[in-house]
């Protein structure tokens, strides 16, 4: 470990990084001011309007689309200056975690601190990046044509992308951290396996119901509105029951209210099953850290549904999202190598 400790910093550094932009992507959402830049300027987009001058050019830019035009015809330049600052924050970050992993590496490769192995991984970090940044902007161009809103497949492709990026990262580093080769414990590496797929989809459901705004709706639990368990809305509000379950606001929101009570379900299973087999002290705290956050995250997930998606509470369920990916990456780690 010793001599990867800098490169291992690096790769950790970037994990925390990209959680400070899904937090802040997160509030950029929440505050709809996700489409108040509508170009893409990488280098002099990286200051703000600095002038009266600017702040007008940026404003008659913004009246051109339909989120001005459809919803917020009544905003001042005051109002417009709110909503870009998230926006704007949101992309300064992504700019700086592009030089933030770039300079470096070319600084390991010159000294020639990263092996095969790593700089393979390293290079498939740096085509994940490039992939979120053109899916960042893919996802912006869906709310410029018609809909003052942004495709919903588009949102999660960009979020789920920005997770699985994090994640990638955190297990090179933890490669790195653990270079020591151990046996496997196949039968819950299986289930960690089955476990970081439910909750991946469970992320992409999330997303679908942000981008459609479902959680605005059947602010009710443990059942839906009207006391029922499967609202009819579910399967009526679109054509096809596909269809339903992932463009119908009832049908997404039923999908990711009740993939949660599996992914609780087969954590804690894991937990039980963990109890029967001779574990580290590392395979421990990583399954205690899975079942505590879970509970924590099923809790924030129940009562920013109840109280109709405050930021507070929004913003709270995607941060504890995020740190439950983390502990299921360590303790999938620590039970497969």
């Known amino acids: 470990m010793k001599e990867n400790k800098s490169v291992i910093y690096w790769l950790l550094t970037g994990c925390i990084l990209i959680f400070i932009m899904v937090l802040v992507g997160g509030i950029t959402r929440l505050t709809h001011s996700g489409l108040s830049i509508s170009n893409y300027k990488l280098i002099s987009g990286t200051l703000p309007p600095l002038n009266a001058e600017e702040w007008q050019e940026a404003f008659d830019l913004y009246k051109q689309y339909p989120e001005y035009q459809k919803l917020n015809s009544h905003f001042t330049i005051e109002d417009f200056k709110s909503i870009f600052f998230w926006e704007w924050l949101h992309r300064v970050i992504g700019r700086f975690i592009g030089l933030v992993f770039i300079i470096p590496f070319i600084y390991f490769l010159i000294k020639k601190k990263l092996n095969k192995t790593t700089l393979k991984k390293c290079f498939i970090l740096l085509g994940l990046g490039a992939f979120q940044g053109f899916l960042g902007w893919y996802m912006v161009k869906s709310g410029l044509i018609n809909r003052p809103d942004v495709s919903h497949f588009r949102l999660a492709a960009h979020l789920t992308t920005a997770f699985v990026t ?8 933890l490669d790195l951290i653990y270079p020591e080769q151990k046996p496997a414990i196949p039968r819950l590496k299986k289930l960690l396996q089955i476990a970081l797929f439910l909750l991946l989809t469970q992320i992409v459901w999330g997303a679908f119901v942000a981008g459609l705004d479902a959680g605005f709706i059947h602010n009710h639990w443990p059942l839906m509105s009207d006391g029922k368990l499967i609202h009819e809305t579910v399967y009526i509000e679109q054509t096809s029951l596909f269809k339903n379950f992932t463009e119908g606001k009832s049908g997404v929101q039923f999908i990711h209210r009740y993939l949660a009570y599996i992914v609780v379900a087969i954590i804690i299973y894991i937990g039980y ?3 029967k087999i001779e574990t580290t002290l590392e395979q421990k705290k990583g ?12 809790t924030l997930g129940v009562f920013t549904l109840v109280f109709a998606v405050p930021l507070s509470l929004g913003i709270a369920h995607q941060i504890v999202a995020f740190l439950l990916l983390g502990a299921m990456t360590f303790t999938l780690h620590r039970f497969s190598k």
Do not use: T
């Open 273 to 275: 099953k963990s109890k």
């Open 287 to 298: 399954i205690k850290l899975l079942i505590g956050l879970v509970i924590l995250q099923f």
């Open 166 to 173: 994090c994640a990638y990262s955190f297990w090179v580093a």
